[in-house]
């Protein structure tokens, strides 16, 4: 997997000296980071700078900082760790830790990250919803909403993905993901949460920044050529609401860290 190179165009974030996992760890303060027992040593070694850009790149595209990459330590991380025949990588609720693999994970960082903001939040935006619910779904099934200028934010973001222009009708996106699911006999592709974890991963693709150990897929793949990504316009007002979200959302905690030092 990390025998090739990895395209990358950004800031220099490793001044001193390569990072590791461990310093990945403390950096960000995630709850955990388990590395599997089949990953070794010359791996991990080369494994853990790609890492270490890839979150520090998503913290700054989003104009945040530490605390909401490992949303409060939170988050746990999972390298190599088992996982499950042909997935490359997931989020795990229950454990609320993300998970690649180790021969595919390489792309899928965004994807996963913002799966684990999307059930992170839930609980602050939403009054009564489940336990292991996504904010995006409980948004779809109009779950009573917690009254907060950043929650409106939030709310507009997923009414942008998943609604028309207009706000009255299902998206394109949303009608090209149902006809995939349909053609496959699933619920996958058409389901909120993985409709705006995706929707991310283009926002992230389409940032100056360019990491494809941290996004990669949203705009050649095959899936995008199916429409399973957000296209033309709809993508930059998409976009344009995770911006506008995200930087608001950073100004917050960032003002919050200064007054606890």
């Given amino acids: 997997m990390l025998n090739r190179e990895f395209y990358r165009r950004g800031p220099n974030h490793q001044l001193d000296e390569a990072a590791t996992f461990l310093s990945i760890r403390k950096r960000f303060d995630f709850r955990s980071i388990q590395i599997g027992k089949w990953v070794k040593e010359a791996e991990k070694e080369k494994a853990a700078p790609l890492f270490y850009d890839a979150l520090c790149d998503l913290m700054t595209i989003l104009g945040g900082n530490e605390t909401l990459i490992s949303l409060r330590g ?26 690649l693999a180790k021969n595919a994970g390489p792309g899928s960082i965004a994807h996963e990250w913002f799966h684990g903001f999307d059930h992170y939040i839930t609980d602050k935006v939403f009054t009564s919803a489940a336990k292991d619910d ?14 907060h200028p950043l929650n409106e934010l939030l709310s507009l973001c997923y009414q942008t993905i998943i609604l028309n222009e207009a706000g009255d009708a299902p998206s394109e996106y949303f009608k090209y993901s149902a006809q995939v699911d349909k053609k496959t006999k699933g619920y996958y592709f058409s389901k909120p949460e993985e409709m705006c974890a995706r929707a991310f991963e283009a926002f992230i693709q389409d940032a100056p920044i360019k990491n494809n150990f941290l996004v990669k897929g949203t705009k050649q793949s095959e899936e995008a050529k199916l429409g399973l990504y957000p296209q033309g316009e709809h993508r930059l007002r ?11 959302l950073g100004h917050v905690l960032k003002r919050q860290d200064a007054s606890h030092e």
């Avoid at 904010?135 to 109009?142: F, I």
């Fill in 74 to 99: 939170t988050l746990a991380l999972q390298y190599g760790c088992g996982g499950q025949p042909g997935v490359m990588a997931h989020y795990e609720s229950a454990t609320r830790s993300f998970s």
């Fill in 134 to 147: 996504f904010a995006s779904n409980a948004w779809l099934d109009d779950v009573p909403q917690i009254e």
């Fill in 238 to 248: 998409i976009n344009h609401a995770f911006k506008v979200y995200f930087n608001a």
